[in-house]
């Protein structure tokens, strides 16, 4: 099977359970989001993907081949993280010439066009970049790497707007034409909601959800009106979360959705998916 599979993981940091039996895959072929609210996990488990870190138990499989300290996998899969594991005293050109020694798949030519669409100056050392910068060479570097697998653990830390739109353009762009399988770790869910196809939830060490974004889009609702009202309505169904205005409320509601009352206060409308985050893990689970 072509995919990330992680069965039974578990980590645990003295007294912290980090992860708790976790089993998931991320198919070869598509774009997730790797949502979760800090400390939910996300890291730790991007970390025991790229082998930075171990399980206590557990493995993770990739393409087939258990990856733990696997050098079979080193060209199937490259994490961008916020931590910075990079020669701060290197230019950027001279990394990228490094990057294509030490990965075959590591398209320098591209490396090089991605930077000049984001006006990186690659003379200039790492430790000379701004933030945002030292984010826009680390995001041109994974993209450059032409490998199955990429993860993009908070990719636009730093990042202004215009700099945040080009690299989702150019991620998607790049995606059509090369079809991999992308991971993106964001608190910025509404920004990248556009390319996520499926999204995986994660709170507290466990998997909440792992589902299609459209289908969850679509089978999600908020329902608002007088008060009364709303929770007539709500009775018996998944209702994931309120908020609450003086005698008006607003319901969040995942599963089958039944028409309104032709009489009465009540009002349908969508759910992004920043509010469905957010109302899931308030309350835990589905």
């Given at each position: ?8 993981v ?11 039996n ?25 970390n025991?993907?790229?082998?930075r ?45 490094w ?26 050392k790492f ?5 945002g ?6 995001l ?17 830390l730093?990042l ?6 080009l ?12 079809e ?19 999204v ?18 679509e ?11 709303v ?5 018996g169904k ?9 005698n ?5 509601i ?10 009465g206060?009540l ?8 509010k469905?985050?957010v ?8």
């Amino acid at each position: 099977m072509n995919a990330i599979q992680i069965k039974n993981v578990t980590k645990r940091y003295k007294d912290v359970t980090a992860l708790d039996n976790v089993s998931l895959a991320f198919e070869h072929g598509k774009i997730y989001g790797l949502l979760g609210r800090n400390g939910a996990g996300k890291s730790t488990l991007i970390n025991i993907i790229a082998n930075r870190i171990f399980a206590d138990s557990g493995e993770i499989v990739i393409d087939g081949i258990p990856a733990k300290e696997s050098m079979k996998v080193h060209e199937k899969i490259f994490c961008m993280s916020e931590t910075d594991l990079y020669d701060t005293g290197l230019k950027v050109r001279d990394h990228f010439k490094w990057a294509a020694r030490f990965y075959d798949s590591f398209n320098i030519e591209k490396a090089f066009d991605i930077a000049e669409k984001f006006n990186l100056d690659t003379n200039k050392k790492f430790k000379a970049l701004s933030k945002g910068y030292q984010s826009i060479f680390k995001l041109t570097a994974a993209m450059a790497l032409e490998v199955p697998y990429v993860i993009f653990d908070e990719p636009v830390l730093g990042l202004d707007a215009n700099h945040r739109e080009l690299f989702y353009h150019l991620l998607l762009e790049d995606y059509e034409r090369n079809e991999r399988t992308i991971i993106i770790a964001t608190h910025l869910i509404e920004e990248a909601a556009n390319l996520i196809e499926e999204v995986v939830l994660i709170d507290q060490g466990k998997i909440l959800l792992q589902d299609n974004a459209a289908s969850l889009l679509e089978e999600s609702c908020c329902v608002s009106g007088i008060e009364h009202e709303v929770d007539a309505y709500c009775a018996g169904k998944n209702v994931i979360g309120y908020d609450e205005l003086g005698n008006l409320k607003i319901a969040y509601i995942m599963g089958t959705k039944e028409p309104l009352p032709k009489t009465g206060s009540l009002n349908c409308t969508p759910v992004n998916l920043q509010k469905l985050f957010v109302k899931i893990t308030e309350k835990g689970g589905r």
